[in-house]
Nanobody
Framework: QVQLVESGGGLVQAGGSLRLSCAAS????????MGWFRQAPGKEREFAAT????????YYANSVKGRFTISRDNAKNAVYLQMNSLKPEDTAVYYC?????????????????WGQGTQVTVSS
């Protein structure tokens, strides 16, 4: 059974940092792209960051570019999101997901396994 489990969320003040982790089990995802999405209250889930299977390519939403860094460790079947200079508008539930191919994806439908999410709350 495939399972993705996010961790590392919490409450942080504006300007602070958090590091999210996503551990995958049930199969190896090392040949697939991985991504992070987020969903704020009352809003649709939106793309945040993606990384190719080999870590050679990354891509970010404009809203997080320069502040967030996605990385992965294929040996551990894990993906991470380092979030710096956090803003109140970053408050959301953050989800990791497995892409349908080795290459970066930005659309929800291009991912086929999702975690349950971890809450990130940034206070002003």
């Amino acid at each position: 059974q495939v399972q993705l489990v996010e961790s590392g969320g919490g409450l942080v003040q504006a300007g602070g940092s958090l590091r999210l982790s996503c551990a995958a089990s049930g199969r190896t995802f090392s040949i697939y792209a991985m991504g992070w999405f987020r969903q704020a209250p009352g809003k649709e889930r939106e793309f945040a960051a993606t990384i190719s299977w080999s870590s050679t390519s990354t891509y970010y939403a404009n809203s997080v570019k320069g502040r967030f860094t996605i990385s992965r460790d294929n040996a551990k079947n894990a993906v991470y999101l380092q979030m710096n200079s956090l803003k109140p508008e970053d408050t959301a539930v953050y989800y990791c997901a497995v892409g349908r191919s080795p290459y970066m994806h930005t659309l929800n439908l291009e991912y086929y396994h999702w975690g349950q999410g971890t809450q990130v709350t940034v206070s002003s």
